[in-house]
């Protein structure tokens, strides 16, 4: 299905995976769709959600927050939280990395899902909202007759579906989805960038 | 950085926020070294009761808490 989707749009394919990875989240949800869209700055998506003062770092927290961390490497607020405890999480970590080597402390990639004839079928990391969202955007692209899938009608499929952690990301930073609708058409028609 | 009067202070906060999120962090760090040291354990031929036994749980809840995750270094199978 991705014949039809540009190189920006399928970026934002790859790094939604890319940041369901991050987050060691086993499936690539709504939410990881959203924040691939915000990656790249110059896509249309990207403008129109910055446009109407939705800001990267804020939405990331908020979808961590819902979505819930994972497990997480430790970060500097875990360091600080054990040396209020007395512990020094930097002597730890060499100690461990000493015996067993750099990064040992980090978590592992998640497992690459092997089936049983041994092929990686990838498209089962997509949870069953994200693919929605997907054929939703080839959708919005025909409906408005244009022959490809942009970072736009991603960003519109996301918002027709509504009901993904993307949405309630949004919802919850105190956007309209209905008015992020009206912006993104608007921009199109106003065709202010080429295919996005 | 805090000083280290400040620190000592902090860890007898009765700030709950404090308190809690230290405990969060050590849970943290604990499932982490957990994983290592299992890792390690497997590697060196030790079989689940053994790790199990070390660890005062059910094999069974080592088992499943371990088994079939990636290695954080280095493979076994299982």
Redesign the interface.
């Given at each position: 299905m991705f014949e039809r989707f540009t190189q920006r749009a399928r970026a934002v394919v790859v790094h939604a995976r890319d940041e369901a990875d991050r987050l060691h989240h086993p499936r690539v949800g709504t939410e990881h769709l959203l924040l691939a869209l915000l990656h790249d700055g110059q896509s249309l998506a990207a403008t129109v959600l910055r446009d109407a003062g939705v800001r990267a770092d804020d939405l990331r927290a908020r979808i961590e927050q819902e979505a819930g961390p994972g497990s997480r490497a430790l970060d500097e607020a875990d360091a600080a939280a054990l040396r209020e405890i007395g512990i020094d999480l930097a002597a730890v970590v060499a100690r461990v990395e000493e015996s067993f080597g750099p990064g040992a402390l980090n978590d592992p990639p998640p497992a690459p899902r092997r089936w049983p004839w041994g092929r990686r079928y990838d498209g089962s990391r997509f949870s069953p909202r994200a693919k929605k969202v997907l054929e939703l955007a080839l959708r919005e692209a025909v409906r408005l007759r244009h022959n490809y899938v942009g970072t736009e009608h991603i960003l519109l499929g996301l918002l027709r579906e509504g009901n993904g952690l993307a949405a309630l990301a949004l919802t919850r930073a105190g956007l309209d989805l209905a008015d992020l609708r009206r912006r993104v058409l608007d921009a199109v028609r106003a065709g202010a960038r080429p295919a996005a | 950085m805090?000083s280290a009067t400040e620190?000592a202070a902090?860890?007898g906060?009765t700030d709950p926020r404090?308190g809690l999120?230290?405990v969060?962090?050590?849970r943290?760090?604990l499932?982490?070294?957990e994983?290592?040291q299992v890792d390690?354990a497997r590697r060196q031929g030790w079989s689940w009761q053994e790790i199990a036994d070390a660890l005062e749980v059910s094999k069974q809840g080592v088992h499943k808490k371990h088994a079939g995750?990636?290695?954080?270094?280095g493979t076994w199978e299982e």
């Open positions: - | 805090s620190l902090a860890a906060s404090v999120r230290a969060l962090a050590l943290r760090l499932d982490r070294l994983r290592v390690n995750r990636p290695a954080v270094n």
